[in-house]
């Protein structure tokens, strides 16, 4: 149980388009999800949390116009990368949980590459 | 703020040898505590977590964790390193606002 499923795995696009990053609690509806970037050899950092039906609570130094959260039902969740540029290449991993204070589920990644 | 320390950027270790991988936190109350696993270019498997009670956890694929909190530290263990063990290993702190430490990479000599 708890499996969180990440779509797209890689994802491959031009400068200046938008990509869409959907996670989704599988066999359980998850109250809150997050967001983590990974760049290459370090560590994951968070970026926003989402609760359903709410606005995401973004971490200091996230834009949150550049990285639009939606969290439409109680198990989905959609991150946005607005007007990609390279600098947004990165490995993106969400995560659920069934309940507050209760411990993550992560997703298996999304590996964003703009060109 | 909570935070997570693990001081070893990478290790090496020889296949059947034992292991320690170092992870100390800050945390203002009771912390829940986690040790992950990546694969390149994969996501995070869950080893073993610890909430509360026993301070020696067991987890999958043989490792263990023992939590001191004088020394506020969450080590994790392994007595015999098997070739696929080597990956990035991450520690982490909290639940609601999980901070991973920067990672240890564990390379296996054959």
């Known amino acids: 149980g708890a499996v969180v499923s990440q779509h797209p795995s890689r994802v491959i696009c031009k400068s200046g388009t938008s990509v869409k990053i959907e996670c989704r609690s599988l066999?359980?509806?998850?109250?809150?999800m997050f967001w983590y970037r990974q760049f290459p050899k370090q560590s994951l950092m968070l970026m926003a949390t989402?609760?359903?039906?709410?606005?995401?609570?973004?971490e200091q130094g996230v834009e949150k116009d550049k990285f639009l959260i939606n969290h439409a039902s109680l198990t989905l969740s959609t991150l946005t990368v607005t007007s990609a540029h390279p600098e947004d290449s990165s490995f993106y991993i969400c995560?659920?949980?069934?309940?507050?204070?209760?411990?993550?589920?992560f997703g298996p990644g999304t590996r964003l590459t703009v060109l | 703020a909570q935070s997570v320390t693990q001081p070893d950027i990478h290790i090496t270790v020889s296949e059947g040898a034992s292991l320690e991988l170092r992870c100390n936190y800050s945390?203002?109350?009771?912390?829940?505590l986690f040790w992950y696993v990546q694969s390149p270019g994969q996501g995070l498997q869950l080893l073993l977590k610890?909430?509360?009670?026993?301070?020696l956890v067991q987890g999958i694929k043989g490792f263990e964790a023992e939590f001191k909190r004088s020394q506020s530290s969450f080590n994790l263990r392994k007595p015999s390193v098997h070739w696929s063990d080597a990956a990035e290993y991450f520690c982490?702190?909290?639940?609601?606002?999980?901070?991973f430490g920067a990672g240890t990479r564990l390379t296996v000599k054959p």
């Open positions: 989402s609760n359903e039906g709410s606005k995401a609570t973004y």
């Open positions: 982490a702190v909290g639940l609601n606002d999980m901070r």
């Open positions: 066999d359980f509806q998850a109250t809150t």
């Open positions: 610890y909430f509360s009670g026993d301070t």
């Open positions: 945390y203002g109350a009771t912390p829940y």
């Open positions: 995560s659920a949980t069934l309940a507050e204070d209760n411990e993550q589920f």
